[in-house]
């Protein structure tokens, strides 16, 4: 086992860490078994790290109180080499540092693909402040939906065949895809329709109206007038909110085409409109229809701010995929509406496997911070800031070169700073470095700031 010794600084700021989703705190009076299920919880959800001689002396306090040699963390880590053998998936270290008493054990676990079981042969999940076994045949195959073992998309449903076969969409399907045949033949044997019945990723895709089976497989658009982090619903504009409905390609068409008239609306100053690059709206908002866990009876929601687009889809993201391994990780949940969607004429997968790739690529180019993605209790959450990636004074900069003055507001609208009192201090220290100047004349309330003349 690889021993490793920090510094102290590493060391303090370990212990400021704030236990989450990715990192757990454990004494070492951790009972092994204990530890195991743990360890299986964690391969079950994200990942993270597990780091055992670390005491909780207060709520939110952690303390270093680690084992007296790095050899007396054998006994947890034996147990643990059965079911989390040593490899890229389960790495098993000790810690030391200077002024530190004794050695922690740190265990990294990645996500894994396979559903992660104890010695026993239970398979944990991690609840809001427990670790839980898996008991029921029910729980076993939501876990599985949740890992991208099995999808939901092959599930048959009650809709009568003549909603996939005899439907506008799969007419105009059959005709653009040149499948040079009969719609119920070629359903069936790309196994979409299967014991006569169609399935789940057959009514997605070629039910005119797919929300009839499945109520919830449509999107939800709201518009708020506001930059608060949670939208509220005196800040919907008009009141109004928009559900866009329809089979999978209608719905990504009709949601980006709203999405953008809606952003278009949204004035960020009179010196700039807010915008967004096109194709990271098209690759989140597909990425979303596409890789959604239509089990969950939940709609996606797209919510439009003053200052942000966010993306909510049902499901976690399955397989090995993780908010820290994307864009580049990939995984399909439904590889079946993947596929088909595909072959659409107007397919908007086109590049499959590089949608967020190209999302967080446009955002680069546009010069705005990348998408940040989260996994929220029961879906994953995509938040697309219209934020800059170059600091505050660099955009005052790059305004000023081409405009004679600049006030703190017209400043902060620019650079997206919301305190006033920061956006003055950027200002005041801009002075100090000889970059700025104060506009003679003006007053407190209207200061002006231009270039400082040579």
């Known amino acids: 086992m690889k021993h490793l010794t920090i510094t102290a600084k590493e060391a303090s700021a370990l212990l400021a860490r704030t ?8 004494s070492i009076a951790i ?64 810690l030391s540092a200077d002024g530190f008493e004794g050695n922690l054990l740190r265990i990294t676990v990645a996500k894994t693909r ?86 789940v990723a057959a009514v997605v895709l070629f039910a005119d109206e797919p929300q009839i089976v ?27 909110t928009w559900n866009i409905e329809g089979s999978a390609i209608k719905q990504i068409h009709g949601c980006v085409a709203k999405t953008t008239e809606l952003i278009e609306s949204v004035k960020g100053t009179n010196l700039q409109d807010v915008s967004y690059p096109p194709e990271t709206l098209h690759e989140i908002i597909t990425n979303a229809v596409i890789h959604r866990d239509y089990s969950i009876a939940d709609n996606i929601h797209v919510r439009i701010f003053d200052d942000r687009v966010e993306v909510e889809s049902p499901g976690l993201l399955p397989g090995h995929v993780t908010p820290r391994n994307l864009p580049g990780a990939r995984f399909s949940r439904n590889e ?35 998408p940040e993605v989260t996994e929220t209790e029961n879906g994953v959450l995509v938040i697309i800031k219209h934020e800059p990636l170059d600091s505050p004074s660099t955009i005052v900069l790059r305004y000023l070169s081409e405009h004679d003055t600049i006030t703190n507001r017209e400043a902060r609208e620019l650079t997206n700073v919301q305190s006033e009192g920061r956006m003055r201090r950027t200002l005041g220290a801009m002075i100090a470095q000889g970059a700025l100047e104060q506009v003679p004349g003006t007053t407190k309330g209207g200061y002006k700031y231009r270039l400082k003349s040579n």
């Open 19 to 26: 236990e989450d989703h990715y990192i757990d705190f454990k």
């Open 31 to 94: 009972k092994p078994a204990s530890l195991e299920k743990l360890v299986s919880a964690f391969g079950n959800s994200s990942g993270g790290e597990i780091i055992v001689g670390v005491d909780e002396v207060s709520k939110g306090l952690f303390e270093w109180r680690g084992f007296a040699r790095s050899e007396d963390a054998n006994d947890h880590v034996h147990v643990l080499l059965g079911p989390f053998p040593d490899s890229d998936t389960f790495k098993y270290e000790t």
């Open 114 to 199: 396979a559903i992660c079981r104890t010695n026993s042969g239970d398979a944990c999940v991690r609840g809001a402040a427990s670790v839980k076994r898996v008991e029921t045949a029910e729980q076993t195959a939501a876990l599985e939906l949740q890992k991208g073992i099995s999808s939901h998309e092959d599930a048959t449903t009650k809709a009568p065949l003549e909603m996939v076969t005899d439907s506008l969409q799969v007419t105009e399907f059959v005709v653009d895809a040149l499948t040079f045949t009969e719609a119920d033949p070629w359903l069936r044997s790309q196994l979409l329709i299967v014991e006569n019945r169609p399935t």
């Open 214 to 240: 499945l109520p919830k497989a449509s999107i939800m658009v709201y518009r708020y007038a506001s930059r608060d982090p949670v939208g509220r619903r005196e800040d919907l504009v008009s009141g109004q």
């Open 336 to 370: 079946t509406i993947e596929r088909m969607l595909h072959k659409f004429a107007d397919a908007p997968n086109k590049n499959v496997g590089e949608g967020l790739i190209t999302a967080f690529e446009a955002m680069k180019a546009m010069r705005l911070t990348p």
